[in-house]
């Protein structure tokens, strides 16, 4: 988007914000989300992250308030803090969670992120206005093993399988999570959940050669259907395949419009610099297009360097021109873990100085400008 017009979409923004006083100019009803049993909230995030999307491109990161490089947020309970705000000075304005173990019924989640802080940490955010999207990378529930256990289970699961029961609890115990979310008045606060992703990869047990592309539709509906079951209405489904070829790949596994609200892709930097910026342009207008036919938004759901220390220029030079002008509504990088396993940013990394610079770009949003992007109720 060149500057001017720019200026425009953000100036828009503006005026349908501050000109509703309230929620009196918005007309709910007219807020059409996969769930018929939305709540006002949900419909609202929706509103929100279509107006992000014409205003520029949010900053997420997976994990960010919860640990970094050397360091821990039990350590510091009551520090909020996050990689690159040690960097840049700002908060991502989108937050990433995983749900993998919560199925289980345990405290902390696959990489020991306590249940109870990601509730914690959702609500303060949520205060300073911002967005939440949660992945589940649950495990087999034929075997017990991880996500990555590629044994055949989704047949098994779905109705009438031999591990219905047993999904059905596991849902369960997810529901009673999405419920638990809420605000300082006691409200559900609403959020982005994206199941079952990357399923055009054969590395999960949803994914490709590991069921039919029917039974994972099914297994997205049926999953869709318990949540409604069990009174969640908080929250925004998100569709998101990994790297794709066309669009036939991301028709193949989609389970309809009437059970998908936003659409993304995860895409990473295999094969360097030109490959990924050329994927992630291909891609986004694969998703652009499919988007459009719907009316949906859509976002870039995962990324990240999976070279960290490679180039000082990655956020400027490599992520950056892959993502400018793509029409998303926002980037998530993946989780900081270790220095053998992080794919954004931390004070001391090659990449802290260009990180500012990607900052201080105009299509770039994070927390404070996102907050503004908001209708009351
Ligand atoms: C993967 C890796 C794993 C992690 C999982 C869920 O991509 O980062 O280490 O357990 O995501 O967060």
Not at 133 to 143: G, Q
Not at 217 to 234: A, C, D, G, S, Y
Not at 262 to 291: C, H, M, P, Q, S
Request: net charge negative; aromatic share 12%; hydrophobic share 35%.
């Amino acid at each position: 988007m060149n500057y001017i017009i720019r200026i425009i979409a953000i100036f828009s923004v503006v005026i349908t914000i501050t000109s509703c006083k309230g929620l009196s100019n918005i007309d709910l009803n007219e807020i059409e989300l996969a769930n018929k049993k939305a709540s006002p909230s949900a419909k609202i995030l929706y509103e929100r992250i279509e107006s992000i999307g014409k205003a520029g491109i949010a900053f997420g990161q997976q994990d960010a308030t919860m640990y970094g490089i050397n360091w821990k947020h039990q350590e510091n309970p009551l520090n909020l803090r996050s990689d690159i705000k040690d960097v840049a000075g700002k908060f991502s304005a989108v937050h990433g969670y995983d749900l993998g173990h919560i199925e289980l019924g345990n405290s902390f989640n696959l990489d020991t992120v306590s249940f109870v802080s990601m509730r914690d940490q959702v609500k303060k955010l949520n205060e300073k206005g911002a967005i939440f999207t949660f992945s589940w990378h649950l495990d087999n529930p034929v075997t017990s093993g991880s996500s990555w256990d590629t044994i055949s289970a989704v047949s098994e699961i779905l109705k009438g399988g031999s591990q219905r029961e047993k999904y059905e609890k596991w849902v369960s115990r997810l529901s009673d999570f999405f419920n638990s979310l809420k605000d300082e008045n006691n409200e559900q606060i609403p959020v982005i959940f994206r199941p079952f992703h990357e399923m055009n990869g054969g590395w999960f047990w949803w994914g490709e050669g590991n069921c039919t592309a029917e039974e994972y539709k099914e297994l997205w509906r049926q999953t869709f259907k318990l949540l409604q079951q069990n009174n969640v209405h908080n929250l925004l489904y998100a569709y998101a395949p990994n790297i794709m070829q066309s669009t036939e790949d991301f028709e193949k596994y989609y389970p309809g419009d009437e059970y998908v609200d936003i659409l993304g892709v995860d895409i990473y930097n295999y094969g360097g610099k030109e490959a990924f910026i050329k994927n992630i342009k291909t891609n986004l207008e694969i998703l652009k297009l499919e988007a459009q036919k719907r009316s949906k938004p859509y976002a870039l759901t995962e990324t990240g360097n999976i070279d960290p220390g490679s180039d000082p220029k990655w956020w400027t030079e490599h992520l950056y021109p892959g993502i400018k002008d793509s029409g998303i509504a926002w980037v998530l990088l993946w989780r900081n873990a270790r220095l053998d396993h992080y794919f954004s940013t931390y004070k001391d990394d090659v990449t802290a100085e260009d990180f500012r610079e990607f900052e201080k770009l105009e299509e770039t949003l994070f927390l404070d400008q996102v907050k503004k992007i908001n209708f009351k109720l």
